[in-house]
Every structure is written in structure tokens, then in C-alpha cells.
């Protein structure tokens, strides 16, 4: 299995920024893409940005310019740098990899516990 810790998460006033880590850890033979998705109260979870394992980025247009992915692939993480956050960024923030286990043998999608990010007006 897979483990994938996030922190970075609190509370900042509108125009501050956050910088958000994840870790992934287990018996990992490989990494395709990692990336941050949120989810709002009452609200579906959505994708903030992705990055593959070649450094490809595709963001969503509400944090582009804004916010950066980016990865380290020796040591399986991947951060995200919020900067002039908005109350509107507020959410439960997850991260996620495809990655491929020893142990099962295949490319398995894996979710994160999820850490809290609260911009305040």
C-alpha cells in the first residue's frame, strides 16, 4: 500500500500565502502523476493542479497565476505554493498519485487524509 501525508495546511488572512507538502510512502516501484485536489463544504472535489512525472503542469484556471506545483521525484513528494490566497480557496485540500506498488503489481490511484485551508476575509 501506499501512504500519502499532507501538511501545510491553516489559517491565513486573504492575500497571504501557504505552501502545502505531501508524502508518499510504501513499497512504491514508480510515481506517474501527483497532484492537489480540494473540496469545499457542500461542494464536489475538484482539481487545483497536477503535475507528471516529467514535469508537466496543467493547472485550474481560478488559482493559475497564483498557485505552483512542484515535485521531487527522488523523494516521492510533491508541494503546492499558494500565494495571494482568496476566502474562495478555503477547502479541505487532498493530495493524489498514481503509483505503482510491489506489492500489488499495477498502477493503483491513491488519495490522501486531506489537510485544512482556511482564508479568511
Known amino acids: 500500500q501506499v501512504q500519502l501525508v499532507e501538511s501545510g495546511g491553516g489559517l491565513v488572512q486573504a492575500g497571504g500565502s501557504l505552501r502545502l507538502s505531501c508524502a508518499a510512502s510504501?513499497?512504491?516501484?514508480?510515481?506517474?502523476?501527483m497532484g492537489w485536489y480540494r473540496q469545499a463544504p457542500g461542494k464536489q472535489r475538484d482539481l487545483v493542479a497536477r503535475?507528471?512525472?516529467?514535469?508537466?503542469?496543467n493547472y485550474a484556471d481560478s488559482v493559475k497565476g497564483r498557485f505552483t506545483i512542484s515535485r521531487d521525484n527522488a523523494k516521492n513528494t510533491v508541494a503546492l505554493q499558494m500565494n495571494s490566497l482568496k476566502p474562495e480557496d478555503t477547502a479541505v485540500y487532498y493530495c493524489?498519485?498514481?503509483?505503482?506498488?510491489?506489492?500489488?503489481?499495477?498502477?493503483?490511484?491513491?488519495w490522501g487524509q486531506g489537510t485544512q485551508v482556511t482564508v479568511s476575509s
Open positions: 493524489n498519485a498514481d503509483a505503482f506498488t510491489v506489492i500489488l503489481g499495477r498502477w493503483t490511484n491513491y
Open positions: 503535475i507528471s512525472s516529467d514535469g508537466i503542469t
Open positions: 510504501g513499497r512504491i516501484f514508480g510515481i506517474d502523476t
